[in-house]
């Protein structure tokens, strides 16, 4: 497998307002020196609670949210060094799935003029070669030609992500950016949705970045997990390893408080493992380990040094304690 994506100590920072004219400047760190890589072809998975950063992570490394250092680089040229003009022409192959079918399509537009709009935004291909284009995705998504006329409002929540997910396509993109695709979804839409967007994944070799806050989710779709906490990264590794042998607390408390999970047999945690109190703030985030004040097993050493990612077996985790 080729490397097609390459995240290289991405940081993100907010400035936010000075307390008066002379006080000194402070910022909100929502993402801090994240990496990763992602083979062609192949689905990773970021999840993590609410204010992770985990969303944050993924837009800044499509640059929908401005970085503050790092390295961004897709099939090897680097993103984030791109002038905007050259970033346009790179977005046909970086496409992105929103989380709220209801809020991200045009209810005054028809749906084969939201998904044809990308085509004519970058110019591809001739006018009947877009429409045909529409048509084709249409009934790749699951979606009837019948329906091309019709608007956003005259379509069900799991329709209309399906329409989202065609217009993502126009382009042929390598990478697809899948936002908490399904977590406005009924239940059993959501498979529904799962399950095309695994065969599309197949079908076409497509890769994902799959921002989720559900662990169920993730193990359906893809093949690597990635688990953030506070702007950090703490654990990578292969589904199966992820799932079976967690070695970071902070992951093995997710899997336990996952309802759809916890039932299963798992070797990597025999009782639920509790957690209190909230995360540290991200304006003032710890000297040692972000999760040090929430973890079981933290000692001294966690509160004075922050864990670097390191190798156990199959597994990279920041942790001084692993498994």
């Known amino acids: 497998m080729s490397l097609l994506l390459d995240v290289q100590d991405l940081t993100v920072r907010f400035a936010l307002p000075r307390a008066g004219l002379f006080a000194p400047r402070h910022y909100l760190e929502a993402v801090r020196q994240v990496s990763f890589q992602l083979e062609a072809g192949k689905a990773l998975g970021i999840v993590g609670e609410s204010g992770s950063g985990k969303t944050t992570t993924a837009m800044a490394a499509i640059r929908l949210t401005e970085s503050s250092s790092g390295k961004v680089l897709f099939e090897g040229q680097d993103l984030l060094t791109l002038t905007d003009e050259q970033m346009r022409q790179r977005r046909r192959d970086v ?188 304006i003032n985030p710890p000297k040692g380990c972000a999760f040090a004040d929430r973890c079981p097993k933290a000692q001294e050493v966690c509160r004075l040094t922050q864990p670097a990612l390191q190798a156990v077996g199959d597994t990279d985790v920041a942790c001084h304690f692993p498994g």
């Open 95 to 282: 496409q992105l799935i929103f989380q709220d079918p209801y809020s991200s399509l045009n209810p005054r537009a028809r749906v084969a003029d939201i998904v044809r709009e990308p085509m004519d935004l970058m110019d591809i291909g001739t006018m009947a070669e877009r429409q045909a284009r529409v048509v084709e995705l249409f009934k790749l998504v699951g979606l009837r030609p019948d329906q091309l006329n019709l608007f956003p409002h005259q379509f069900s929540g799991g329709q209309r992500q399906r329409i989202s997910i065609a217009r993502a396509l126009t382009t042929n993109p390598r990478l697809l950016v899948c936002d908490e695709p399904v977590s406005a979804l009924d239940v059993a839409i959501q498979a529904q949705i799962l399950n095309l967007l695994a065969r599309l994944k197949s079908e076409l070799g497509l890769s994902y970045l799959f921002i989720s806050h559900d662990l169920g989710v993730v193990r359906h779709v893809c093949d690597d997990v990635a688990v953030m906490y506070l702007g950090k990264i703490v654990e990578k590794a292969p589904k199966k390893a992820l799932f079976d042998a967690p070695q970071h607390p902070y992951t093995q408390a997710l899997l336990s408080a996952a309802p759809s999970l916890a039932r299963r047999k798992s070797r990597g945690y025999v009782r639920p493992l509790k957690i209190s109190g909230d995360p540290p703030s991200p």
